[in-house]
């Protein structure tokens, strides 16, 4: 099982990314996503879930409104489209699987400043 984050980078407040997450060694369409995010100093944080097929998301209340999760069974990837972003989503942004619970990708870092 391997997860490979990217598209983070450093952004001005107000603006967008788009971060994608490259999955492996699993059935992928058969399994709900997850994206999480940590900050230095902080537990970490589920950001948004969406279910296998794609019908249904759901988001953190800090986030709702300005990200959306979205996937391609076709290509084992899972994205997360971010706008309005704000200096506290400044984070490192992972995406995982919850039937497998010990592997995580290193993350793709997500730096909100102006």
């Known amino acids: 099982v391997q997860f490979v984050e990217s598209g983070g980078g450093l952004v001005q407040p107000g603006g967008s990314l788009r971060l994608s997450c490259a999955a492996s060694?699993?059935?992928?369409?058969?399994?709900?996503m997850r994206w999480y995010r940590q900050s230095p100093g902080k537990e970490r944080e589920l950001v948004a879930t969406?279910?296998?097929?794609?019908?249904?998301?759901n988001y953190a209340d800090s986030v709702k409104g300005r990200f959306t999760i979205s996937r391609d069974n076709a290509k084992n990837t899972v994205y997360l489209q971010m706008n309005s972003l704000k200096p506290e989503d400044t984070a490192v942004y992972y995406c995982?699987?919850?039937?497998?619970?010990?592997?995580w990708g290193q993350g793709t870092q997500v730096t909100i400043s102006s």
């Open positions: 995982h699987n919850r039937a497998f619970p010990g592997y």
């Open positions: 969406i279910t296998s097929a794609g019908g249904s998301t």
């Open positions: 060694g699993f059935t992928f369409s058969n399994y709900g």
